[in-house]
């Protein structure tokens, strides 16, 4: 199993980046962004079941948008409007399990290697 993320970079505050995440290995029954700042903790962003549901933190709902591409099993995270808090490693999470609650980062076995994301003012 292996979870590759790319499309990361650099971004005036403002601008909209595209991150993405290839899959390979398994089917996920749900995936999740999270991202970690420096000095603070992981945090989930947004999440993704294989129905198409989703959820989102409340400080990206309507600027973050999640897709997948189930052909591909790639997932992706869209960012718009993007703030300087923003900035930090965003990693992608897939699990099997449904029902629990999606932000918590121990329900995921399968973890990319992160992708920096950095908004400037």
């Known amino acids: 199993v292996q979870l590759v993320e790319s499309g990361g970079g650099s971004v005036q505050a403002g601008g909209s980046l595209r991150v993405s995440c290839a899959v390979y290995?398994?089917?996920?029954?749900?995936m999740t962004w999270f991202r970690q700042a420096p000095g603070k903790q992981r945090e989930a962003v947004t999440t993704?079941?294989?129905?198409?549901?989703?959820n989102y933190a409340d400080s990206v709902k309507g600027r973050f948008f999640i897709s997948q591409d189930n052909a591909k099993n790639t997932l992706y995270l869209h960012m718009n409007t993007l703030k300087p808090e923003d900035t930090a490693m965003y990693y992608c999470?897939?699990?099997?399990?449904?029902?629990?609650?999606?932000?918590?980062?121990?329900?995921?076995?399968?973890w990319g290697q992160g992708t920096q994301v950095t908004v400037s003012s």
């Open positions: 999470a897939g699990t099997w399990t449904v029902g629990d609650m999606w932000s918590d980062e121990g329900r995921y076995p399968y």
């Open positions: 290995g398994f089917t996920p029954r749900r």
């Open positions: 993704i079941y294989l129905d198409g549901s989703t």
